[in-house]
């Protein structure tokens, strides 16, 4: 399966901003819709955000909307996602994963990057 890496979590205050990096390596994200899920501290994961491979058209969950962003660079090797005005209940592990796969619970998941918003 193709293996991606996250990165770029931190402890923000709240009304800050981080951006996460989804990161390939030895292959492009041509076939594939990428998403970011998040799995909040007692809670399931549950996918936020997705680009498509297909015409890059992108996906929210509703508590994200309006402040978060997703892109890709155009070598297709690089998935962003973007947190601006962050709040304590975006605080997890934040991962991703080809959409379809991370829905459907076959992804084999990695470590992820923690997302802390505290003051």
């Known amino acids: 399966q193709a293996q991606l890496v996250e990165s770029g979590g931190g402890l923000v205050q709240p009304g800050g901003s981080l951006r996460l990096s989804c990161t390939t390596s030895g292959f492009t994200l041509d076939y594939y819709s990428i998403g970011w899920f998040r799995q909040a501290p007692g809670k399931e994961r549950e996918g936020i955000s997705r680009?498509?491979?297909?015409?890059?058209?992108?996906y929210y969950v509703d508590s994200v909307k309006g402040r978060f962003t997703i892109s890709r660079n155009d070598a297709k090797t690089t998935v962003y996602l973007q947190m601006n005005r962050l709040k304590p209940e975006d605080t997890g592990i934040y991962y991703c994963?080809?959409?379809?796969?991370?829905?459907?619970?076959?992804?084999?998941w990695g470590p992820g990057t923690q997302v802390t918003v505290s003051s």
């Open positions: 994963a080809p959409w379809a796969q991370g829905l459907a619970g076959s992804y084999n």
């Open positions: 680009i498509s491979d297909s015409d890059g058209s992108t």
